[in-house]
Structures are given as structure tokens and as C-alpha cells.
């Protein structure tokens, strides 16, 4: 066995023990996977797994090292890439994607990839 | 200011873009030629071709304490970098099929699913996959 297996073995007895705990956090990542083009909130999430929101914030954050929201956001923007790179308008990413406004969407798109959707649209036929 | 390329050490740059290429699937990117027939290689992810670069640099035949670092890491069966996949059991497969050998087979890691094999160059990489 490497010592590299040894610390593996190390690090998940102290930091992942908690299963039932895991299995929660990674269902509501899922759950968010599947149904990121919806109105997602913290309330439904949290009622679907039968705990508190600020326990669920808490742990999300703790498994995943984003919040719910980043994570959210992320997820959605890697989505409209796809569907823009496809040739789909950007209103029509917009809504397929969950958000309402095609201004604000754009707003949000350029400031985490660096370009307007509709140049990463173009860019992508070129 | 940017994060466009990762370095990682190789002892054979040829055996490198052969390995990374034909047997994990990357593309090569760049080959640039520089002096004492060492090269700025770069090879970049199939579906990703203009995300970060991953420079093969020929560090350990050129610089000692690289070599040494190397070693170290390798004999300790560390991972230098890791690589995302969708499914760490079925590259497993596909990889092991290919004939490269894990010192770690999937491996389920709290929220995360690992595996690490060895690159051939020296190097154990480890792949990922968040579940």
C-alpha cells in the first residue's frame, strides 16, 4: 500500500465518515443537476431532504467547496455554453437554463467567462 | 492575468505525446521547438481544445532537483495533477484495458469518486469524478 493510500484512508475516516450525511449532499447535487432549467430555492431543497436550509448550506458548502447558488450558477452556465455552442439564441439559452432575463444572463455570462454570450455564440461557428 | 497552461515533468517527451494522446485521449496543441532538442509540447482535453494547456516539460533529464521531486512523489505513489472524467469506473476500464496500470482503483472519497495510475513518464496522475 502507498502512503498516498494511507492518507487517503486517513483523510476519509476523519472527513467522511458521516454517509448519510454524504448521501444527502450529493442528492441535492443531483436533484440540482436534473432540474437546474427550474425555479430552484433553498426552501424546496432543503424540504427535499428533510433538513434545515442553513444545515443544508452549511454541509453543500462543506462537500463541495461552492454554495448552492454558486454551484447553481455554475452548473447553468456550463449548460447555456453547450446550447449556445449548438445554435441555440441567446434568449432561448436564457430561459432553457432557468433564468428570466436575457440582460441579466448576459450580464452574469460575461462576467464569468469574459465574453457576451452572443460572441461566444459567433465564436463558436467560426 | 490568466491560468492557460500547467506544467508537468516528463522524462521522454516523444513517449509523453504518445501516451497522453493515443492512450488518455488529449490533443496535441502546441510543439514548439526549443534549444537541446527539447520542445514546448502542449496537448489540451478533446472536448476543451481551447481550456488550459498541459505542458510535457522535460524537467527531470534537465534539472536534478526536478528529477529528485519526481522520484519522491512517485515512490510515495502521489498524484502530481489530476484530470476530470465523467465516470472514473468506466475510464478505469477503458484505461486498464489499454494496458495502463493503477496504483489505486476507484476509490469512493466523500462526494468524489479517484482512481491513480502511472503515466509511463514518471508521473502518477490521479482521475476524478464528483458524484
Not at chain 2, 496535441?28 to 478533446?46: F, H, Q, S, Y
Not at chain 2, 481551447?50 to 505542458?55: H, Q, V
Request: net charge neutral; glycine share 6%; proline share 4%.
Amino acid at each position: 500500500m502507498t502512503c498516498y493510500q494511507n492518507e487517503i484512508d486517513r483523510i476519509r475516516e476523519n472527513c467522511y465518515s458521516n454517509e448519510l450525511q454524504i448521501a444527502t449532499i450529493i442528492q441535492t447535487r443531483q436533484f440540482i443537476i436534473n432540474n437546474f432549467d427550474k425555479k430552484l430555492n433553498l426552501d424546496l431543497l432543503s424540504r427535499r431532504q428533510h433538513i434545515s436550509k442553513f444545515h443544508l448550506l452549511r454541509l453543500f458548502k462543506r462537500y463541495y467547496g461552492l454554495t448552492i447558488r454558486q454551484y447553481l450558477i455554475e452548473t447553468r452556465l456550463e449548460k447555456s455554453k453547450e446550447f449556445l455552442a449548438n445554435g441555440m439564441s441567446v434568449t432561448e439559452t436564457c430561459f432553457a437554463v432557468g433564468y428570466e432575463s436575457p440582460g441579466s444572463f448576459s450580464t452574469l455570462f460575461k462576467s464569468r467567462t469574459g465574453f457576451t454570450p452572443s460572441i461566444f455564440k459567433n465564436s463558436n461557428f467560426r | 492575468m490568466k491560468i492557460n497552461v500547467i506544467g508537468i515533468p516528463v522524462q521522454d517527451q516523444d513517449k509523453a505525446l504518445k501516451f497522453y494522446t493515443e492512450t488518455l485521449g488529449f490533443v496535441e496543441k502546441r510543439d514548439i521547438p526549443l534549444a537541446e532538442g527539447n520542445r514546448w509540447l502542449t496537448v489540451v482535453a478533446k472536448e476543451e481544445q481551447d481550456g488550459p494547456e498541459l505542458l510535457l516539460e522535460p524537467s527531470p533529464t534537465s534539472f536534478e532537483p526536478a528529477r529528485v521531486y519526481q522520484k519522491a512523489l512517485y515512490d510515495a505513489g502521489i498524484p502530481y495533477t489530476q484530470f476530470s472524467v465523467d465516470n472514473v469506473q468506466e475510464e478505469y476500464e477503458r484505461l486498464s484495458r489499454l494496458g495502463v496500470e493503477f496504483s489505486m482503483k476507484p476509490t469512493e472519497m466523500g462526494t468524489t469518486k479517484i482512481a491513480v495510475f502511472d503515466d509511463t513518464c514518471g508521473n502518477k496522475m490521479q482521475i476524478v469524478e464528483m458524484l
